[in-house]
């Protein structure tokens, strides 16, 4: 190939007219079909000579050039996979006396008699990721993540590189099987690809679950390949024929269709064995060769737990027994303060690192004034502190014996670190009490708040753009290439400063890598490769976002006490981005707020307010610029003959205790009340049935035994 410098002006523009058809062309091979045809190298070759002559000969870019067109190779990101029967989660004990309550719990619920016997299958709780496969005839079709339950990640290709995962199974599968479990990866495969990814230069895994997860979203399936993962099966979604009625019976009908189990599940009877089960997978907890962060517990017998159903996101009929959180001892270096979206100041002390429970932890938070007070922290300090799966490092306790002389207590700031404002903790008005946090009171002058925002924007369950995380927020904020999130959209036509800026970042991060391992800093030019795939990347990840989901759109505005639960409610309410803003900007808006289920007076306050600031509608036009809020279907009515309807139980049932009456009636859409009233739809009595009889003839309300109650809900009497 020519020289680019070499190059006529007639040359590069045909070269560039081919170079335009060529991409293209991979583009759809590689996002249509799959099926990529050159290596990703070359093709990052050809982008690269397309962008080369382009900058020698800006006059000749063309209007079909790829430069302009960002949804290059990670565009596509992986499909959506709708899960049939959704993925739940688990509900979680801590102590001994929630296990016992939740046996007691359960054998109150199905009326089970002192001596009915009552059988768990107890498992180790696995810590990886949860994935969805599907079988049809045996053979694997498809792979998916969890989620959010409902709607998981296509991850097939991926999924087909695990070798404990058959891509055909054994035996006689059923048509349909979707076998659930854990994606995970072993201590020792994770410190082996640590030790790889630190000797390439590449992203270090702070534990083994964030890289099997990180190992199985990849888009590229050959680096999965690569990486040491393994797989256990302990549930199922939809499956043709149940090939047994227990839970320990599916689990030997999935070892021997080919899956691996997890060989320390055991078969329990009463609380007392569940909990010897605990301590001893408790102790054995270090010496096995994955994490567990728990055991679960689960009713044996499938048709128990059919009828013990589910409660919003988990199932009645199982619990994960989570093991204490990890402690280690370290020393409190500083106290720093920290400003929130919303202006709060957030104490947090940072720690001497230390290993808590194979993490890393050098930041603890210390939530507020009066916790800095009672634990009494001080610089200087030894202290406790502690990790409970998920949750932020804290500190358990101050080690007084160990306190240097010289401590003194923490004189909290009376002024923003960030702004210089004046930090103030408000009065409510209502209760005359002093809120419990600090809040800056420089609003949109404070750079923090400004900041906050734009991270909580782009965050998770907001717009969760791939390659837009913290770092990179704070990167362009202080660069001034993102001031609000509008301007996030129109990165794309500041592609030069965003270059420029990202190489700059990435010269001085190597730089800094080099000079701490006393190496050469890698060849600019390499890095000019990396940059020009990450802003590639970047760009298509931000395109991939111009349509959104209300629900992540509402969230992702940061309206004061609005986080993902209240956006899922106002997205169903109001449907469309300007019903919600029609209703919040109007004059009885806090009314209409208010009427919604589980929005009360401050929440709706909080959303008024932020319609009502002028600067905030200035920001919303500017975004609503940019990107499309996707309408939120309806939420279809449950279809069964007693939705909507008000029923009363009364006198006692035979068949199955008034708990579980009412958990199924509400699962039709029932509402069941107490008391009987002329708003009183159906009255179901049994034997011994008193004044309620007696009410529901006053109102003329209809009155049915247990049996046509079963025949009317369609379970037979
Ligand atoms: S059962 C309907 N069993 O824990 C219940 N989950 O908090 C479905 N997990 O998302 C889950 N080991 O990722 C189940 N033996 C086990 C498990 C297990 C690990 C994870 C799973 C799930 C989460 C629930």
Redesign the pocket.
């Known amino acids: 190939m020519k020289p680019i410098t070499d190059l006529t002006s007639v040359e590069a523009g045909a070269e560039l007219e081919r170079l335009a058809r060529e991409i293209a062309e991979h583009d759809r091979r590689y996002h249509g079909e799959d099926a990529p045809t050159i290596s990703d190298a070359a093709y990052d070759a050809l982008r690269q000579r397309n962008a080369a002559i382009e900058a020698r000969f800006p006059e000749l870019i063309r209007p079909d050039s790829p430069s302009h067109r960002v949804g290059a190779k990670a565009s596509e990101k992986f499909a959506k996979v709708l899960h049939v029967k959704p993925?739940?989660?688990?509900d979680?004990a801590f102590a001994d006396d929630d296990v016992s309550d939740f046996v007691a719990r359960i054998r109150r619920f199905l009326g089970l008699k002192d001596e009915a016997q009552l059988a768990f299958t107890c498992?180790?709780?696995?810590?990886?990721?949860?994935a969805s496969l599907r079988y049809e005839n045996g053979v694997f079709v498809q792979g998916a993540t969890?989620g959010d339950g409902s709607e998981g990640e296509d991850i097939t290709a991926n999924l087909r590189t695990v070798k404990d995962i058959p891509l055909r199974l054994h035996g006689k599968p059923p048509e349909i099987l979707e076998v659930?479990?854990?994606v995970y990866m072993t201590h020792a495969d994770f410190a082996g690809l640590n030790k790889r990814q630190e000797a390439t230069g590449e992203k270090i895994f702070a534990n083994p679950r964030n890289s099997a997860a990180g190992s199985v979203r990849q888009l590229d399936p050959a680096i999965t390949a690569a990486r040491p993962l393994h797989f256990?099966a302990?549930?199922w979604g939809e499956v043709s024929e149940m090939p047994a009625d227990s839970q320990s019976g599916m689990l030997e009908a999935f070892r021997q269709l080919g899956f691996a189990v997890?060989p320390l599940?055991r078969r329990c009877l009463t609380a007392e064995e569940i909990l010897a089960f605990y301590r001893e997978i408790g102790s054995a907890r270090a010496s096995l060769p994955y994490d567990?962060d728990g055991v679960?517990y689960?009713v044996d017998d499938l048709d128990l737990q059919n009828r013990l159903g589910f409660v919003s996101r988990?199932?009645r009929w199982?619990i994960?027994h989570k093991f204490p959180a990890e402690q280690a001892e370290t020393v409190v270096e500083n106290i720093e303060i920290q400003v929130g979206r919303t202006g709060k100041l957030t104490p947090v002390a940072k720690l001497k690192p230390v290993t808590v429970g194979g993490v890393v932890v050098a930041n603890a938070t210390l939530h507020n004034q009066d916790e800095i007070t009672r634990k009494d922290v001080r610089i200087g300090d030894h202290v406790v502190v502690q990790r409970a799966g998920d949750v932020i490092p804290q500190i358990v306790r101050v080690i007084l014996e160990k306190r240097p002389p010289h401590a003194v207590p923490y004189e909290f700031p009376i002024l923003c670190p960030v702004c210089g404002s004046h930090a103030v903790r408000e009065v409510d008005e209502k209760t005359g009490k002093q809120d419990v946090d600090v809040r800056c009171t420089g609003g949109l002058i404070c750079a923090a708040q400004a900041v906050e925002r734009l991270r909580h924007f782009v965050s998770r369950n907001a717009f969760d753009i791939e390659g837009l995380g913290e770092k990179q927020i704070d990167l362009f904020h202080v660069t001034g290439l993102i001031k609000e999130p509008a301007d996030i959209f129109a990165l794309k036509d500041r592609l030069e400063e965003l270059k420029a800026i990202i190489l700059e970042e990435r010269k001085r991060q190597s730089a800094e890598r080099a000079a701490k391992a006393g190496k050469a800093v890698t060849p600019p030019r390499e890095d000019a490769k990396r940059t020009f795939k990450e802003v590639d990347n970047l760009l298509a990840a931000i395109e991939a976002r111009r349509k959104i989901g209300l629900e992540r759109f509402i969230n992702a505005l940061g309206i004061r006490h609005v986080g993902e639960t209240t956006a899922k409610l106002l997205a169903r309410r109001f449907h469309t981005y300007a019903a919600l803003a029609a209703a919040a900007e109007s004059e009885n808006g806090l009314a209409e707020l208010t009427a919604i289920d589980g929005i009360g007076a401050v929440v709706a306050e909080g959303i008024k307010d932020f319609f009502d600031e002028k600067h905030n509608r200035e920001v919303l036009a500017h975004l609503l610029n940019q990107v499309t809020p996707e309408e939120t279907a309806a939420v279809a009515d449950v279809d069964s003959p007693v939705a909507g309807k008000t029923v009363v139980f009364t006198g006692s049932l035979e068949k199955m205790t008034r708990q579980e009456a009412k958990a199924r009636a509400e699962a039709l859409g029932a509402k069941v009340a107490s008391s009987v009233s002329k708003k009183t739809d159906l009255v179901v009595a049994g034997p011994n049935a008193g004044s309620k009889l007696t009410e529901a003839a006053k109102h003329g309300v209809e009155v049915i035994n247990e049996e046509d109650w079963l025949r009317l809900i369609g379970s037979g009497a």
Do not use: Q
């Open positions: 993925m739940l989660s688990l979680n498992e180790p709780k696995i810590d990886g990721l949860s969890r659930r479990g854990e256990f302990y549930a997890n599940i567990i679960v689960k988990s199932p199982a994960a």
